[in-house]
Structure formats: C-alpha cells, structure tokens
C-alpha cells in the first residue's frame, strides 16, 4: 500500500491518536473499560497500521526487533516481580498491600498500576513480534 | 428494542457462520471472520460486559484479522476443494454438537439470581471491592488483584505463544534486521 495516497494520509493522522488511546486505555483501565490487555492489543494495531502503510523496513527502524524481544519477557518479569516484592515483604504472593501496608487501598491502586503496565507491555510486545515474524516471511513458492 | 436487536445479531452471526463454512476464498472468509468478532463485541456490549466486548473488538476483529490475512498472504487465497461426503466427520459433529446442547440444559437460566456463580465470591467482590481495593471499575480489581495469579498465568500463556513463534520464525527476522 505504498503507493496509495488515502491511506498514507489517514494513517498519518490516526496512528498518533491510536497510541493516544492505547495509553488512556492502559492507565484509565481503574475507572473504565479496558487494561493492559486491550491497551497493548491497541498499541500493537498502530505498529501494524504503520508496517502495512510504509513497509515492514520502516516499522523495524522505529520498533527494533531486538528491543521487542526483550519487551516480550519485561512484562512478565513486571508482573511477577510485583509479587515477588509483596512476597519479601512478608506478604502473600501478588499481596499489593505490602507496597504500602499502612494505607491498603493506595498499595492495590500501586500494584494493580504495575501489573497492568506489565501485561499492556507484553501483549504488545508479542503482537507486533508475532506480526513481525509473518510479514517478515517470504511466500514459499 | 434490545430483543430485535439481539434476533437481528444473532442472525446475521447464524448467515456469517454459515457462509464462511461454505465460502472458498479464504480472504473473504477471513474478512467476514472479523464482521462476526464485531458483532458478538456489540453483543457482549449489549450484556454490559464492555471490558469483554472491548478485547473482543480488539483481538477478535482487529489483530486475528490482520494475522490471517498476513497467514493468507503466505499461502493460498483459495480453499482447496474436497468432493467426497464424509458421512463419518458428520456423525462425529452431530454426536459432539448434541452433546453439547444436552450440557447446556443443566446450566441455570440466564440471569438467575441463584446461579451458582452468583452465590459464591461475586457478593464479596461487589460489596468489599470498593474499601479494599478503592477502585470503581470491579472488573480491573477482580482481574488484577483478587485474581492477580489467574492474569499472571494469562500473561504467561501470551509470552510462551510469542516466544514460540520467534523461536519458529525468528531466524528469518534476525537475517533481515542485519542488511
């Protein structure tokens, strides 16, 4: 799609609010829908928008491959090192209360943040890997 | 209202599903693959379960399209066309799909208050939610903290999917990403 000049110019104009909106759908998740889960599927469709409108090369250079990979295992490690944290700390595993024992709720609010920035960083991270990986295939002829 | 707009989906997912089964080129099955994702989200839209709706928008309808089109591109367009009648795979689909609707005659109606589902954890997450955790949407709070193991292991299952696919295909990506 290259060489078509609509989409070029639409998706000049959409991909900047898309990642907009995967960011106020990853830290609004506490107040309405959405997560990390749908933010980091939203973040990976802006990346994938911008490889099919100007080349797979050009996606590459501003999503380095390298960096995605090391993206797909920084969630998880976000998200389990949260519990890990709470479980030092003396609590039970993936117990947010220990990151602020005193106040309760602000500890969920910090730990339920952290695990869901985790998630949004791998699901996001995984799609534009998994995207990567097919477009970057030659057809088998 | 919302009973003819529930008829009117669910039969255009029925005439979907039904052509997709029957349709030979697989781009157009793929397209219309992504149509029936965005109507069950304006569906799970109509049962007030938007979080649910909103994944399904996204993953269903968004990114499964983009990767069975990609898919798509590296194969064929068209199905390969398969004459014979199998009167087996048919007596198997029939056995399972009787099955199925016999299973579902046990599940409680829908929206019975005395569901099982609604008398075990629900209350407590409805009614503590709010001084525990402190945050408004219940389904964040359930998800990501109360139930935070069970996310993890989702989380877990989207990393070991993506690692499985760059260990398959990655060799390919890593030549490319040196010229």
């Known amino acids: 799609m290259r060489h078509q000049g609509i989409p070029r110019v639409v998706s000049k104009w959409l991909i900047a609010p898309i990642l907009l909106f995967a960011l106020y759908v990853q830290f609004h998740g506490d107040f ?19 490889a099919l409108i100007f080349g797979l090369q050009a996606a590459k250079q501003i999503v380095k491959p390298r960096i ?30 220990a990151l602020d024992p005193d106040n309760a709720p602000h500890g969920q609010h910090l730990g339920i943040f952290l695990v869901e920035l985790g998630v949004g ?18 057809r088998l002829r | 209202m919302t009973e003819i707009l529930d008829i009117v989906l669910l039969s255009f997912m029925i005439v979907l ?13 793929a397209m219309m693959m992504g149509i029936f994702s965005f109507l069950s989200a304006i569906m799970f839209t109509l049962l007030d379960a938007v979080d649910v709706a909103f994944t399904e928008a996204a993953v269903g309808a968004g990114v499964s399209t983009v990767l069975l089109l990609g898919t798509l591109s590296l194969t064929t367009h068209e ?70 193991y069970d996310t993890l292991g ?19 990506w890593r030549k490319e990403d040196e010229q």
């Open chain 1, 32 to 50: 309405g829908p959405g997560g990390g889960f749908q933010a980091g599927v939203i973040f990976a469709a802006a990346v994938v928008l911008y």
């Open chain 2, 79 to 148: 199905e390969k066309v398969v004459k014979k009648n199998n009167a087996l795979a048919l007596l198997v689909v029939l056995i399972t799909g009787s099955a199925l609707i016999y299973g579902t005659l046990d599940m409680p109606q829908f929206g019975d208050p005395n569901a099982p589902v609604h008398q075990h954890v629900a209350d407590r997450y409805i009614e503590k939610s709010e001084k525990e955790i402190d945050i408004p949407n219940i389904v964040t709070s359930v998800l990501a903290s109360y139930r935070g």
């Open chain 2, 17 to 29: 599903a039904v052509a997709v089964s029957r349709m030979q080129n697989l781009f157009m099955a």
């Open chain 2, 154 to 172: 989702e989380v877990t299952v989207i990393f070991t999917a993506g690692i499985g696919v760059i260990l398959l295909m990655g060799h390919i």
């Open chain 1, 121 to 138: 960083i791998t699901v996001a991270a995984v799609m534009i890997a998994i995207f990567f990986s097919f477009a970057g295939r030659r």
């Open chain 1, 68 to 97: 995605v990979e090391t993206l797909v295992a920084l969630g998880v490690l976000l998200y389990a090192g949260t519990g890990l944290v709470s479980l030092f700390l003396g609590y039970n595993f993936l117990d947010y209360t």
